[in-house]
């Protein structure tokens, strides 16, 4: 997802949270704008990204000003009731030969099988879509967007906080967010990086590039 610097070059994300992605594109040179529903996470980006343009809203209520070079939306698009109007948005938005960069939970994983209700990547009634590669790519493609790379993302959690889930909830609320939870984490890097050598893919990185009309 990150990028080297890009003096001058306009990038969106959706789905903005605190703000940290954009504080680190904006010291990279990019002129960055952060979206988010949550007035408390909004409150938090202009803490952490002072030099970024914030906003309150959603993709479909916010008064974007594209087009951008770069959209981003990292675990944000399993949230959205409908990927079809939020594709055709980002489209439009982007500016000729900009590039989409997103990243899922893959249903497709491991741990997805092994888990099963368990996965936190299921995680519902938040995630209202799960997606496979196959079928986020053919997504992409059919709305105008060229597949550049698709990549597993790093992200141990998928085993750490699935392990979790699989505790009694009395005992799973006490150990979520404390020590033993972040020891778990760090312990389980190394197994999820050598899975990922193997070919699993927990999660994805799909970077797309903007197809000229034509």
Known sequence: MLSPPHDGGRL????????????????????????????????????????????????????????????VMKHVLEHVTNPVECFERCRDLLAPSGVLCIAVPNIDSVEAAVFARFWMGL?????????????????LERFGFEIEHVRPQLMPSTL?????????????????????????????????????????RPALEVRARKRPRG
């Open 123 to 139: 995680d519902v009634p938040r995630h209202l879509l799960h997606f496979r590669e196959r079928v986020l790519v053919r997504f």
């Open 160 to 200: 750490s906080e699935s392990l979790l889930l699989l505790l009694p909830e009395h005992l799973r609320r006490r150990v979520l967010g404390s020590w033993l939870a972040h020891a778990l984490y760090l312990l389980l890097i190394f197994p999820a990086a050598v899975s990922y050598s193997l070919g699993n």
């Open 12 to 71: 969106l994300e959706i789905g903005c949270g605190a703000g940290v992605f954009l504080r680190t594109m904006s010291d990279l040179g990019w002129n960055a704008t952060g979206i988010d529903f949550s007035p408390f996470a909004i409150e938090e980006a202009r803490r952490n990204a002072p030099r970024a343009t914030l906003h309150l809203g959603t993709l479909e209520t916010a008064a974007l000003q594209g087009p951008y070079d770069r959209i």
